[in-house]
C-alpha cells in the first residue's frame, strides 16, 4: 500500500554529534530505502554507501559541502547528489542553518546486485543546472539527476517534474519499479490507495510495485514541482484509462 509521511512527524534519532535521522519508508519497499536527515550547524555527517547500492541525497533546506572519493563540492538547496557503492562520504555543515535533506539507498544494503551502478564516485546537480526536457503534450516540464541524460546507473532513476495548472497524471502502476515522490512547490492532490490526499512540501508519499496512483495540482493551485524516484531506473508505466 502507498504511504504518506511528515517529516517533521518522524521519529529521530542522533547518529553523531548534530546529526539526526528518521526513515521514511519503513522496512515496507524492497528496492528502496529513504530517511529523512538533519545536519545541525558546524555538524558533518560520516558514513559509507553500502556495496551493491548507490546514494542519493536531496537538499531541501540548508547548504554545505560533500565529499567523496577524493571530490568535494559545494551543495545548496535543491540540489542533489549522487554517490557510487562503497564510498566513504562526508556531508558537513559551515552555515547557521541546519541541513535538512531526503537520503535514498537504491537498492537497500544486502540486496543482490542484479544492476549496475554509478560510475563516477560523486556527481552534484541543483535544480537550475539539471538536463531539461519539456513533454509539450504532457504540460510537464522534467529536471533529470539520476538517468541517462544525467547521472548514469541502472539502480535507480531522479528527476524534478514541474506542472503546470492542469497537467494530470492519470491512474497507473509501475509492474517493476518502486515510486517516491517529494513535493517542493505548489499543493499536490495524489490518489494514494484509492483515496484522495494533499500534499505540500516538507512532506512525501511512496508506493511499492504494482501500486496505483495518479496526481494533479490540487484547486487552488496553479504550478506544482515535486522530486521523484523510481526505483530501480528502468521502469515500465501502466496507465490506466479514464
Known amino acids: 500500500?502507498?504511504?504518506?509521511?511528515?517529516?517533521?512527524?518522524?521519529?529521530?534519532?542522533?547518529?553523531?554529534?548534530?546529526?539526526?535521522?528518521?526513515?521514511?519508508?519503513?522496512?515496507?519497499?524492497?528496492?528502496?530505502?529513504?530517511?529523512?536527515?538533519?545536519?545541525?550547524?558546524?555538524?558533518?555527517?560520516?558514513?559509507?554507501v553500502p556495496q551493491g547500492s548507490d546514494a542519493y541525497l536531496f537538499l531541501l533546506e540548508g547548504s554545505g559541502r560533500i565529499a567523496a572519493g577524493g571530490a568535494e563540492e559545494a551543495i545548496n538547496q535543491e540540489t542533489f547528489a549522487a554517490i557510487r557503492e562503497k564510498e566513504n562520504y562526508t556531508l558537513s555543515n559551515p552555515s547557521d542553518k541546519t541541513i535538512e535533506a531526503v537520503f535514498v539507498l537504491a537498492p537497500p544494503?544486502?540486496?543482490?546486485?542484479?544492476?549496475?551502478?554509478?560510475?563516477?564516485?560523486?556527481?552534484?546537480?541543483?535544480?537550475?543546472?539539471?538536463?531539461?526536457?519539456?513533454?509539450?503534450?504532457q504540460k510537464k516540464n522534467r529536471r533529470y539527476?539520476?538517468?541517462?541524460?544525467?547521472?548514469?546507473?541502472?539502480?535507480?532513476?531522479?528527476?524534478?517534474v514541474e506542472y503546470e495548472k492542469d497537467t494530470e497524471t492519470v491512474m497507473h502502476h509501475h509492474p517493476n519499479a518502486e515510486s517516491m515522490f517529494v513535493p517542493l512547490t505548489g499543493n499536490i492532490r495524489f490518489v494514494v490507495n484509492g483515496e484522495p490526499i494533499i500534499l505540500k512540501r516538507g512532506q512525501a508519499v511512496y508506493f511499492p510495485i504494482n501500486d496505483r496512483h495518479a496526481l494533479r495540482c490540487a484547486e487552488g493551485t496553479t504550478s506544482a514541482s515535486f522530486l521523484e524516484f523510481h526505483i530501480p531506473g528502468a521502469f515500465t508505466t501502466v496507465k490506466e484509462q479514464k
Open 145 to 160: 539527476f539520476v538517468s541517462k541524460e544525467a547521472a548514469k546507473t541502472e539502480r535507480g532513476h531522479a528527476m524534478i
Open 1 to 48: 500500500m502507498g504511504r504518506a509521511v511528515t517529516f517533521d512527524a518522524l521519529s529521530f534519532q542522533p547518529v553523531a554529534a548534530g546529526v539526526s535521522e528518521a526513515p521514511i519508508t519503513t522496512g515496507d519497499l524492497a528496492k528502496m530505502a529513504a530517511k529523512f536527515i538533519r545536519v545541525a550547524p558546524k555538524a558533518t555527517l560520516s558514513a559509507m
Open 109 to 137: 544494503p544486502g540486496s543482490q546486485g542484479e544492476h549496475q551502478g554509478l560510475s563516477n564516485a560523486l556527481a552534484v546537480t541543483s535544480r537550475a543546472n539539471a538536463p531539461t526536457f519539456y513533454i509539450a503534450d
